[in-house]
């Protein structure tokens, strides 16, 4: 979609050159918003889960007992 909007934006900035610009500003808002969700998503990832020692399942962070093989951690 990214894609899409840049294209479109290099074809208008000929035809209608505010149009154009209009359509890029947009493909970079896209993108840096898409970037920002996928950063924030890795980080929020990172602080709440944690790996258990015993069965390498993904749990809470917080979790004293992991509820997929039932170990203490
Ligand atoms: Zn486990």
């Not at 993108?31 to 950063?39: A, G, H, R, Y």
């Amino acid at each position: 979609m990214i894609a899409v909007l840049f294209i479109l934006g290099i074809i208008f900035m000929f035809f209608a050159p505010p149009l154009g610009i209009i359509l890029l500003v947009l493909g970079v808002v896209f993108l840096i918003l898409k970037i920002v969700k996928k950063t924030g998503k890795a980080a929020v990832h990172l602080a709440t889960q944690k790996t258990c020692p015993h069965c390498r399942s993904k749990i809470s962070s917080k979790a004293v007992v992991c509820p997929v093989c039932q170990r203490d951690i």
